[in-house]
């Protein structure tokens, strides 16, 4: 089993050009989840899946959009890249159909820079 | 969600068992405890959870106190493969979504 895989691993933007994060699991879970983390911050959720076909804001959606396309896979699109949306995004999957309960399983993110 | 709080950092010998606490005096019936660590620049990584009952696995075992109010993830013989930031996160019911603190940083030294 591969995981949770994300694509690209890296990325560079230019303000205002827009682009997908790919993520994808094998482990056949309910849930997924799109989080970014700033230099010496926490994790901040910005959005999630408990179910296909379901998607739902966390803490910080604005600028983001996202699409559950099936059971396996949860992208996340920037529209217009801002600098401010400069950090590494991370996917994770876990089994919970929208109950806690259940680990959270993380990919190995991707490094996006907006210039 | 409960609260949680922990020590900034902590240091750990090579082959010594390192004993993280938690504090999550607030914690209500339903909510779990959950471990999560960071080694730098790689994607967080489940550890272990539980409600109330002590809890082992292969990675870690954690200790809960009979009230609830406080927890200790123990890593029997931590490695330097071991140093990471370790989360503890409190969360139940229908709120399955994370929230990262500071978290600490657990040194492990030769």
């Known amino acids: 089993n591969a995981g949770v895989t994300q694509t690209p691993k890296f990325q560079v933007l230019k303000t205002g050009q827009s682009m997908t994060l790919q993520c994808a699991q094998d482990?056949?879970?309910?849930?997924m989840y799109w989080y970014r983390q700033d230099p010496g911050m926490g994790l901040r959720l910005i959005y999630y899946?408990?179910?296909?076909?379901?998607?739902d804001k966390g803490e910080v959606p604005n600028g983001y959009n996202v699409s559950r396309l099936n059971k396996r896979e949860f992208s996340l699109r920037l529209e217009s890249a801002a600098p401010s949306q400069t950090s590494v995004y991370f996917c994770?999957?876990?089994?919970?159909?929208?109950?806690?309960?259940?680990?959270?399983?993380f990919g190995p993110g991707t490094r996006l820079t907006v210039l | 969600d409960a609260k949680t709080t922990q020590p900034p950092s902590m240091d750990c010998a090579e082959g010594r068992a390192a004993n993280l606490p938690c504090n999550h005096s607030?914690?209500?019936?339903?909510?779990?405890v959950y471990w999560y660590r960071q080694i730098h620049s790689q994607g967080p990584q489940y550890i272990i959870h539980?409600?109330?009952n002590n809890e082992t696995n292969e990675m870690a075992s954690l200790i809960i106190t009979e009230d609830r109010k406080s927890s200790t993830l123990i890593l029997p013989h931590a490695t330097l493969r071991d140093t990471a930031v370790y989360y503890c996160?409190?969360?139940?019911?229908?709120?399955?979504?994370?929230?990262f603190g500071k978290g600490t940083l657990l040194t492990v030294n030769p």
């Open positions: 607030t914690i209500s019936g339903n909510e779990y």
């Open positions: 539980g409600l109330k």
């Open positions: 899946s408990a179910s296909e076909g379901t998607t």
């Open positions: 994770a999957s876990s089994e919970s159909g929208g109950l806690a309960g259940w680990g959270q399983f």
């Open positions: 482990m056949n879970h309910n849930s």
């Open positions: 996160i409190v969360i139940g019911g229908s709120n399955y979504k994370l929230t």
